[in-house]
Every structure is written in C-alpha cells, then in structure tokens.
C-alpha cells in the first residue's frame, strides 16, 4: 500500500466536512424528535412518529457512510469508528421501526392489525417501500465499506435479518389482497415490496445457513433459518401460492434433518 500524503489526507479532510453541516442538522433534528416523542402519550401517535425518527437515522448512517467512502477511495483507510456510527444509526433505525411494526419473526400475518389501521392515511405504501429500500442499500453501501473480512460480518447479517422481518411487518396484510387492483394508488409500490420481502428473508435464510455451517453450528442459528421459511411459507398460503408454501413445507423439513442430525452428532 502506497504512502498517503499529508496533502492527500487534507484533501480527504476537505471532502470530508462537505457533510459535516448536513449531519448536524440531521442529527439535532432527530434530537427534537426524540425530546417531542417523550411528550406524546397516545401510544399510536408515538408510534407514527418513530416512523419519521428512524428516517432520519437512516440518513444518519447515509453521511456517515459517505465520509468512510472519502477515505477509503482517496487515502485507502478504513475508518472503523466513521463505519461504526454508520451501523449503529442503522441499527437504532431499524429498533424505532421495530418499536412500531413489531419484531415478531413467524407470529400472525395479522398482529400488527391496529398499527396499520391507524397509520391507513398517514403513511403511503410509496414511503413504506421507500423506507425499505434506503434500509436496504444502507446495510449494503455498509457491507462495502466494513470489507468482506470485517469483524462485524455476523452482525451485518443480523441487521438484515432484522430489516427483512421489519418490512414483512410493514405490510397490512389485513388490505393487502383487496388492494391488488392496479387501480388502487400505491398497487406498483405494495408488488415491488412483496417482492422485497421475499427476497430479502430468503437471503437471510441463506445467511443464517451459511453462518450455522461455517462457524460453530449454534442450533440457533438453524433454527432462525427453519423459522424464517416458515415465515415464506405463512405468506404463500396467505396470497394462495399453493406450490411455492409446498416448496417451503420441504425446505423446512430439510433444514430441520440436517440440524437433527448435528445435534445427534453432538449428544
């Protein structure tokens, strides 16, 4: 690796706190937020609001993000620390969303009922797929600049397992089939998501697979896995793709031999 010079690392400085307004603005804005939110007692109010909380959290994460690209396309460094403020605005992102979509990886399709009820004419699903997809190429434009060896690899594909649970979470499922009539504003966004969805949990079932088999095989780590076909399989049967949910019905099964089989091994 060539040495960086110190006009070279100016220069990175300079290009550097090009974003250094934005992420303060951002941030203070977020802290109104935070102070405004405390204030509110109506729990689905606070709720509503969170939506708008995590947004700026998510920019959050893009500035930082942004800063360790200068520096690793200009001065090829790695700045850890810029990185980590970058993944834990990410994280806090997805807790606030979390706090108003829930978490529940393979509960009821219908659990979060009363939350999209309320938020029926407040929040589009153009900004729901929108929210979605800036989580999505956050955690990306993250997994480039942590580099394919960071320590934080196993966290990384926690995030995404927690972004992919939130956006299955952010469909009304309650709606969604009657609202299948291209007519309906918002038909393309609500399709594009489902989509996503889709996409997103079976790269996590991957990942976790993956994970189970190159590390120490943590039954948990299967069983996140098995849990999340399931989740797959809840949303076949709900949209009546009968050979897809069969398909996933098989993958569960096999998932669950192979980690019945180490767990034998390991008895």
């Known amino acids: 690796m060539k040495k960086v010079t110190e006009t070279e690392k100016a220069e990175c400085l300079k290009m550097q706190d090009v974003y250094k307004p934005a992420l303060t603005k951002v941030s203070n804005e977020a802290k109104f937020i935070e102070t405004e939110i405390a204030t509110i007692e109506d729990e689905l109010a606070v709720k509503e609001k969170k939506i708008e909380l995590a947004f700026k959290y998510i920019q959050i994460s893009n500035y930082f993000c942004n800063m360790a690209d200068i520096a690793l396309n200009k001065i090829d460094s790695r700045m850890e620390s810029t990185t980590t403020d970058a ?3 990410l994280s806090t992102s997805v807790t606030y969303l979390e706090d108003t979509f829930g978490l529940d990886v393979n ?3 219908l659990t979060n ?3 999209h009820e309320h938020l029926e004419n407040k929040i589009t699903d153009q900004y729901k797929y929108k929210i979605i997809i800036y989580l999505c190429y956050t955690s990306k434009y993250l997994k480039h600049l942590f580099g394919e060896n960071s320590k ?3 966290n990384l594909i926690e995030i995404d397992k927690r972004i992919a649970i939130l956006a299955k979470n952010m469909i009304d499922y309650k709606t969604y089939i009657k609202n299948t009539n291209p007519a309906i504003d918002g038909y393309k966004e609500r399709v594009k998501t ?3 969805i889709k996409k997103l949990i079976s790269k996590s079932i991957d990942a976790y697979r993956i994970k189970y088999e ?3 095989k943590n039954d948990e780590d299967m069983l996140l896995s098995i849990n999340m076909v399931d989740v797959l399989r809840s949303i076949a ?3 009546g793709e009968v050979q897809s949910a069969e398909d996933f019905k098989k993958t569960h099964d096999s998932l669950k031999r ?3 089989a180490n767990q034998k091994k390991t008895s």
């Open 258 to 260: 192979i980690l019945e």
């Open 107 to 109: 509960g009821s399709l």
């Open 113 to 115: 009922s009363e939350v």
């Open 87 to 89: 993944r834990i605005a």
């Open 237 to 239: 049967n709900y949209l």
């Open 214 to 216: 190159v590390t120490d």
């Open 152 to 154: 934080w690899k196993w």
């Open 194 to 196: 489902m989509i996503l």
